[in-house]
């Protein structure tokens, strides 16, 4: 599994990781019951400490996208697509700072063109880039 | 937050009348790897000194392993391995003969890790060191730092000067001797892009103390850079939790934190009629901010 990681992001390692995880499984490259890399063999892969891969997997099995086999490694669960995709509804943290932005946007004066456009062009400045522009063949 | 590994409660050395630590404290985690870092001349080597048991601090206290390492036994000496910035002495010898000197004092030598690396590193045990390159000297001292399986693994610039190919293969030794959470490594450095990779634990360190201690990837959550916009020329200071650095312009105040509260920079802004954009930073920009010329503990420490 490759993962391109940027370290020097203000990022956490770990977030990254997970973000790509959740990513791979949307655009169907990680499948249902998919085994995923050890601990110590992504550590080694991605040249970063084990801790941090420990970090992300523990992270995505408590978000239920992957689960621990015993003896056996970590696997994609069988629910993971809809869990990753969101499809069990907005974060509230995003809801919120949502609600936010549309009340500051509506005080200024702005329609609601104008502010999906600028969350748009925040997006393109700070957002994670598409997966399409990673693999282009899907 | 596991046991501790090793301890530093305010410990102070001088060399002649120049302090090297003036108060320095450290907590290094069981089963992490910590990135010591600072400046030259902050103190770095003379910490890793001391807790090698190399040197016997004026004050304060220093345990390693639970232990002083100034009176360390030959069982616990085992397992701490040092590694200096100027890496192995004895250039004239052979490779071969710095590991029939070495491995027998260890127990648990890992002489399959020591072939493993020799040919990865394409070194001949029959080659003096200093006929190698400046990388397999290196390599040469970590096969020798690391195969000992030491639980505490001091590394002093274990990278300086080397390609990023050698770095980032060294780096993975490292990362691979480690990993089942039972051994400890801090290393000191300057080359911040490595330490962000491998680390789980930063400690900063300025003229003798430290300024700051965190996991990395809570430092990361929690440091900001915000620029504060002002209608008229900004005031001359901002109170803000966790502030590290303050820059002033004409129209704005930079300030960098390392402890973000969203409520309360709002509020602070809001107080001065300000706008306030927070944007996350990276290590090395963090680190620029801190030990730098804006850094306030600088400024206090001038």
């Avoid at chain 2, 302090?19 to 985690?29: C, I, M, S």
């Avoid at chain 2, 790897?33 to 910490?47: C, F, H, M, W, Y």
């Avoid at chain 2, 901002?238 to 509260?261: I, K, N």
């Amino acid at each position: 599994m490759f993962l391109p990681i940027d370290a020097s992001s203000g990022l956490p390692v770990y977030r990254q990781i997970m973000e790509q995880v959740r990513r791979m499984i949307v655009a169907g490259r990680l499948p249902a019951g998919e085994k995923l890399p050890s601990v110590r063999d992504l550590a080694v892969t991605l040249g970063i400490n084990p801790l941090t891969v420990g970090k992300a997997y523990s992270e995505l099995e408590r978000g239920g996208i992957i689960e621990m086999r015993r003896g056996l490694g970590m696997f994609v669960r069988e629910s993971a697509v809809d869990v990753a995709g969101g499809r069990g509804g907005t974060p509230s943290g995003v809801a919120a700072a949502a609600r936010r932005l549309v009340l500051e946007a509506a005080q200024a004066g702005m329609t609601m063109t104008q502010t999906v456009r600028s969350v748009e062009s925040e997006w393109r400045e700070v957002g994670p880039r598409p997966a399409s522009l990673e693999r282009k063949q899907r | 937050m596991s046991e501790a590994c090793v301890l530093f409660s305010g410990v102070q050395k001088k060399f002649g009348e120049t302090p090297a630590l003036r108060g320095f404290d450290l907590e290094v985690p069981k089963g992490s790897i910590v990135g010591l870092l600072g400046r030259n001349a902050a103190g770095k080597s003379t910490a890793l000194r001391c807790m090698a048991g190399l040197e016997r601090p004026d004050a304060g206290t220093i345990r390693v392993l639970g232990r002083d390492p100034n009176s360390f036994d030959v069982p616990l000496r085992q397992r701490v391995v040092y590694l200096a910035e100027t890496g192995v002495p004895f250039s004239g010898a052979r490779v071969r003969a710095l590991i029939e000197l070495c491995a027998p004092l260890y127990p648990h030598w890992d002489f399959a890790l020591q072939d493993r690396m020799l040919a990865q590193f394409g070194i001949a045990p029959d080659r003096k060191l200093k006929e190698l390159s400046l990388g397999q000297q290196r390599a040469v001292g970590l096969m020798l730092a690391v195969c000992p399986q030491p639980e505490l693994l001091i590394l002093d610039e274990p990278a300086a000067n080397l390609d990023a190919v050698v770095r980032r293969e060294l780096l993975e030794t490292v990362l691979r001797l480690i990993g089942d959470g039972e051994r400890t490594v801090i290393v000191s450095s300057h080359m911040l892009g490595d330490v962000e990779r491998v680390a789980d634990h930063v400690a900063i360190m300025h003229a003798g103390r430290r300024l700051l201690q965190a996991p990395l990837d809570e430092l990361k959550e929690r440091s900001r850079r915000l620029r504060f916009s002002f209608a008229a020329a900004p005031p001359e200071t901002l109170v803000l939790p966790g502030l590290v650095s303050l820059r002033r312009g004409a129209r704005e105040l930079l300030a960098t934190v390392v402890d973000y509260d969203e409520s309360a920079a709002a509020s602070v802004a809001a107080a001065h009629g300000a706008h306030v954009e927070a944007a996350p930073l990276g290590l090395e920009e963090l680190f620029i901010d801190l030990v730098g010329e804006h850094g306030l503990a600088t400024r206090r420490a001038a």
